[in-house]
């Protein structure tokens, strides 16, 4: 089940990122482009065959796994701003790209290196399972699920809201499956940090985000392409 949700991710990430490649070439909204460039990033080396390739040609010392969490880190702040702004939620937006957000987003940057580098990982292991047992591979991911949770739990209100007070039904859909998708992060972080056995669980609710905030995310572009857009202005003729 893990593996097939690994490749659907991978799948609908590869998707997106070519769904945004005409309008990035064209220099419009390159930000969500590249969001999804690392999405597919982050996904793909979750899967072993892809993490132990990489990681042998970054020395097989585990590097692919700080890749990953620096990519999320990077996929979080870039949708978390775009969702703020688009929801004109000012706290949100503060909460994000604010000293109070950024503080959030440089903490857990650097206790995530700090976590990596004071690790003993000598060879590649996918997810590290092989050295969980290290107290401060704990901390790593503990800290790498930080950061996302508290961008998910920030957007958790304003998509609510619009889920249920958006004039359009295709931008109230929308709307509902991003809240779900940040909701899905938040309780896998949540189940990360227990000593519960929720793995499955977790794979879960990682994976089906990601599916979520695509399809949220293409219908927020049909939704855009679906609008009458105004007849062009008439100038007078020059006399």
């Given at each position: 089940m893990?593996?097939?949700?690994q490749?659907?991710?991978?799948a ?15 220099g419009?909204n390159t ?11 982050a996904v793909?080396?979750?899967i072993?065959a ?5 990681d042998?040609?970054?020395?097989g ?6 890749l ?8 979080f702040f870039?949708l978390a701003s775009?969702?703020a702004?688009?929801h004109?939620s000012?706290r ?7 000293p109070?957000?950024?503080a ?5 940057a650097?206790?995530t290196?700090?976590f990596f580098?004071?690790s003993d990982?000598p ?6 399972a ?12 503990v800290?790498?699920r930080l ?7 920030v ?5 609510a809201?619009a889920?249920?007070?958006a004039?359009?039904?295709?931008n ?9 998708a940040f909701?899905?992060?938040?309780l ?9 056995p ?7 609710m990682?994976?089906g ?8 995310l293409?219908?927020v572009?049909?939704?855009f392409r679906?609008r009458p857009h105004?007849p062009p ?7």
């Amino acid at each position: 089940m893990s593996t097939v949700l690994q490749w659907m991710a991978l799948a609908v990430s590869l998707a997106c990122a070519g769904w945004r490649l005409p309008a990035a070439v064209k220099g419009r909204n390159t930000s969500l482009f590249w969001m999804f460039v690392l999405l597919t990033v982050a996904v793909g080396l979750s899967i072993p065959a892809i993490y132990l390739t990489v990681d042998g040609w970054l020395g097989g010392v585990n590097v692919a796994n700080l890749l990953i969490r620096f990519s999320l880190y990077a996929i979080f702040f870039i949708l978390a701003s775009k969702m703020a702004a688009a929801h004109r939620s000012r706290r949100s937006q503060w909460l994000i790209r604010g000293p109070v957000g950024l503080a959030a987003l440089g903490l857990v940057a650097a206790a995530t290196l700090v976590f990596f580098v004071i690790s003993d990982l000598p060879v590649s292991n996918t997810g590290l399972a092989g050295y969980s047992e290290q107290w401060s591979v704990q901390g790593y991911a503990v800290a790498g699920r930080l950061y996302p949770a508290y961008a998910a739990a920030v957007l958790v209100g304003p998509t609510a809201a619009a889920a249920r007070t958006a004039a359009r039904a295709i931008n109230r859909a929308s709307a509902a499956l991003l809240c779900l998708a940040f909701i899905m992060v938040v309780l896998a972080t949540l189940a990360q940090i227990s000593t519960l056995p929720l793995k499955p669980f977790i794979d879960v609710m990682s994976y089906g985000s990601i599916v979520c905030v695509a399809a949220g995310l293409a219908l927020v572009w049909a939704s855009f392409r679906g609008r009458p857009h105004a007849p062009p202005v008439k100038r007078p003729a020059a006399q």
